[in-house]
């Protein structure tokens, strides 16, 4: 059972942006790495931004950096995904996962296990960029 819950995909246009929420109202999510995985249909998935919640480190993805932000509301117990100047080759569904005491770069360079294997993760949310 996922343990948390992403909001915030839907159907974009190419050039547009769209913010993604991670939320979980179980447990607070310290001293964890969090990050935001995806796949598309016939793609490996891949890591895209992770965020550390014991020291505000945060590691991007090449294919992200510069249009994708990543943060966190402590005290909404919430990640965030800001996502800008989308391109359809950023279409995905975009699954939050989280491990305790990881670094972010370890978090974000794994992403071949079962996602119900990580500490905590979600269902997903789907992104859509299309004209």
């Known amino acids: 059972q996922s343990q948390l819950e992403e909001s915030g995909g839907g159907l974009v246009q190419p050039g547009g942006s769209l913010r993604l929420s991670c939320a979980s109202s179980?447990?607070?999510?310290?001293?964890?790495?969090i990050g935001w995985f995806r796949q598309a249909p016939g793609k490996e998935r891949e890591g895209v931004a992770c965020?550390?919640?014991?020291?505000?480190?945060?590691w991007y993805a090449d294919s992200v950096k510069g249009r994708f932000s990543i943060s966190r509301d402590k005290g909404k117990n919430t990640l965030f995904l800001e996502m800008n100047s989308l391109q359809p080759e950023d279409s995905a569904v975009y699954h939050c996962?989280?491990?305790?005491?990881?670094?972010?770069?370890?978090?974000?360079?794994?992403?071949?296990?079962?996602?119900?294997?990580?500490?905590?993760w979600g269902q997903g949310t789907q992104v859509t960029v299309s004209s």
């Open positions: 996962v989280g491990e305790w005491m990881w670094t972010v770069e370890t978090l974000c360079l794994d992403t071949d296990g079962p996602l119900h294997e990580y500490d905590v």
């Open positions: 965020f550390s919640t014991k020291d505000d480190s945060t």
């Open positions: 179980a447990f607070t999510l310290d001293d964890y790495a």
